[in-house]
């Protein structure tokens, strides 16, 4: 594995429901991100934290919010969801925010809008 | 703002012929570029990147990648494929901010 792990793998909601995904890196990084992998598009950036600091978020819709406690984990709280939002969301890590180093991602978690 | 496109949606080979999964970017400096490969219920696995220095970076998997600055590409490729390469790849290029990555090629090889 690559020393990423999300929770849970897979996850089915209403749209008045709320969730929370979780995010753990035990690899020692200092950035973590948040991607969105809909079927047929491009990986979505969501949000990007450099040393526990959101330095990015790229016009996500409120209803998702992120939560980084510590460096070594990752959160996005989910509330009053639409359908659209079903999609697999990837959490990954980065020793830093710099473009030389490659990202490391967890499995995923597949997410269910009803 | 940088981007890649990967033109293939999805590419065919025979098992132990060679495999190309094409790449073309677009950036406003020096391209850092990548290759990530994604298996069924897994997240992204890193395959090989160039930053800088010789234009054929090799990596996981007996895979390859040629930079190509005039052309601006970055093609994946293997010399002999095995179906276990199966799987769907992203091209991706980086810059001082985040990481943009292609639609994705879903590269299938067939016994």
């Known amino acids: 594995e690559t020393g990423v792990t999300q929770t849970p793998r897979h996850l089915v909601m209403g749209m008045t429901n709320k969730k929370s995904l979780k995010c753990e890196q035990h690899?020692?990084?200092?950035?973590m991100y948040w991607y969105k992998q809909s079927a047929k598009k491009p990986l979505e950036l969501m949000f990007v934290y450099s040393l526990e600091e959101r330095v990015e978020n790229n016009s996500v819709p409120s209803r998702f919010s992120p939560e980084c406690p510590n460096s070594s984990h990752l959160f996005l709280h989910l509330h009053t969801l639409q359908p659209e939002d079903s999609a697999l969301y990837l959490c990954?890590?980065?020793?830093?925010?710099?473009?030389?180093?490659?990202?490391?991602f967890g499995p995923g978690t597949r997410l269910t809008v009803l | 703002a940088q981007s890649v496109a990967q033109p293939e949606d999805q590419v065919n080979v025979a098992e132990g012929n060679p495999l190309t999964v094409k790449c073309t970017y677009s950036?406003?400096?020096?391209?850092?570029l990548f290759w990530y490969v994604q298996y069924p219920n897994r997240g992204l696995q890193f395959l090989l990147k160039?930053?800088?220095?010789?234009?054929l970076v090799k990596g996981s998997y007996g895979f390859e990648a040629e930079f190509n600055k005039s052309q601006t590409s970055f093609h994946l490729k293997k010399p002999s494929a095995l179906v276990s390469d199966s799987a769907l790849y992203f091209c991706a290029v980086r810059d001082i901010n985040d990481m943009r990555f292609g639609a994705g090629t879903r590269l299938t090889v067939k016994p």
């Open positions: 160039y930053i800088t220095g010789d234009n």
């Open positions: 990954a890590s980065s020793p830093l925010r710099v473009a030389v180093h490659e990202q490391f």
């Open positions: 690899l020692g990084h200092n950035a």
């Open positions: 950036v406003s400096g020096n391209p850092y």
